[in-house]
């Protein structure tokens, strides 16, 4: 078995769309909106989303959720660690050896929280 997509709720589509374009633009990854609600970020073997809630309520953080990115050698963890701190995402765990990763931990603009690791 492996992952199929993962979601984040967002209140602000655009936003989310700006923030994720800025920070995927090195990863060699496509963007595409399915509907007026999602926009995707695909590559091989990889989908991530961000949408508008189904039932139209807020959409909020899950306390104790995170998504993990595999993003390659330490470097490409503090890149996409400063990148996401520029486009206004929030600090949750500088770049740092971790056991055996190396990585950092970021909130996106709705206060969902990301895992960059070698």
């Keep these: 078995m492996k992952m199929n997509y993962f979601v ?10 700006a923030f994720y374009d800025a920070l995927f633009e090195k990863q060699g990854l496509h963007s595409f909106s399915p509907t007026d609600r999602m926009t995707y970020w695909m590559g ?7 949408a508008t809630p189904f039932d139209t309520k807020p959409a909020t ?21 400063e990148r996401a701190l520029h486009l206004g995402g929030t600090c949750e765990g500088a770049p740092h050896q971790r056991g055996p990763k190396f990585s950092a931990y970021v909130r996106d603009l709705d206060g969902n929280k990301l895992c960059f690791s070698d």
Excluded at 44 to 50: M, R, S
């Design 44 to 50: 091989e073997d990889f989908a991530f989303a961000t």
């Design 61 to 81: 953080h899950g306390n104790g959720t995170m998504v993990g990115f595999c993003v390659g050698a330490k470097d490409d963890v503090e890149e996409l660690y």
């Design 8 to 17: 984040f709720g967002t209140n602000d589509l655009g936003a989310s769309k």
